[in-house]
């Protein structure tokens, strides 16, 4: 099993920049793919962008040209880094790491491991 470690999350105005991390740890060689997804009040989990083992990266509509997804070299840190934040990116945000070799990297189901979340607030 992975443990997954959110952390990097606070307040920000609009238009600002955060960087997301999350530290893994356990069988983190069994991550093949991971992921960010959301979760904003009274809304379903969301998700944001992805990285397969080889750095190919997947993104949300809504979040393409803003965020970045990226991971060491160890493949034991995940990044977000989120630049031109919006009042609507105003969620919980959550690491996942999956097992799987196929999936669709928006599915929720996709992914076997999960991180506690860290809340981003973005405020007009």
């Known amino acids: 099993q992975v443990r997954l470690v959110e952390s990097g999350g606070g307040l920000v105005q609009d238009g600002g920049s955060l960087r997301l991390s999350c530290a893994a740890s356990g069988r983190t060689f069994s991550s093949n793919r991971m992921g960010w997804f959301r979760q904003a009040p009274g809304k379903e989990r969301e998700f944001v962008a992805g990285i397969s083992w080889s750095g190919g990266t997947y993104y949300a509509d809504s979040v393409k040209g803003r965020f970045a997804i990226s991971r060491d070299s160890a493949k034991t840190t995940l990044y977000l880094q989120m630049h031109s934040l919006k009042p609507e990116d105003t969620a919980v945000y959550y690491c996942?790491?999956?097992?799987?070799?196929?999936?669709?990297?928006?599915?929720?189901?996709?992914?076997?491991?999960w991180g506690q979340g860290t809340q981003v607030t973005v405020s007009s």
């Open positions: 996942a790491g999956s097992s799987l070799f196929s999936g669709d990297y928006f599915r929720i189901e996709t992914y076997n491991d």
